[in-house]
């Protein structure tokens, strides 16, 4: 499968971004998806998750109340809407997808990565 993110950009704090991962071929409903993001000089970290149905989410708690993940199988495509942005967001947001029902927070459980896109909130 091929994930192409789209949706990045440049905001101030407190704004509202959303995030779109389209998937190609016929077969996405049978992957979990998950989001993850890496800032300058850290290391890449889990943001989000969700299973194949999209019954089950999975939230960092650096995000939660603020950053939802969906999905909607139809349209090939797996959101990440994030609100209330801070600067401590910023950075390049990966797409993922793994293969099996249950989704997961370990970047070694992805079997399949987006190219990234820039997230940049300034203060």
């Known amino acids: 499968v091929q994930l192409q993110a789209s949706g990045g950009g440049l905001v101030q704090a407190g704004d509202s971004l959303r995030l779109s991962c389209a998937a190609s071929?016929?077969?996405?409903?049978?992957?979990?998806m998950g989001w993850f993001r890496q800032a300058p000089g850290k290391e890449r970290e889990f943001v989000a998750a969700?299973?194949?149905?999209?019954?089950?989410?999975y939230h960092a708690d650096s995000v939660k109340e603020r950053f939802t993940v969906s999905r909607d199988n139809a349209k090939n495509t797996v959101y990440l809407q994030m609100n209330s942005l801070k600067p401590a967001d910023t950075a390049v947001y990966y797409c993922?997808?793994?293969?099996?029902?249950?989704?997961?927070?370990?970047?070694?459980?992805?079997?399949?990565w987006g190219q990234g896109i820039q997230v940049t909130v300034s203060s």
């Open positions: 071929g016929r077969t996405f409903a049978s992957y979990a």
């Open positions: 969700i299973s194949r149905s999209g019954s089950r989410t």
């Open positions: 993922a997808a793994r293969t099996g029902r249950y989704a997961a927070t370990g970047e070694g459980e992805y079997d399949y």
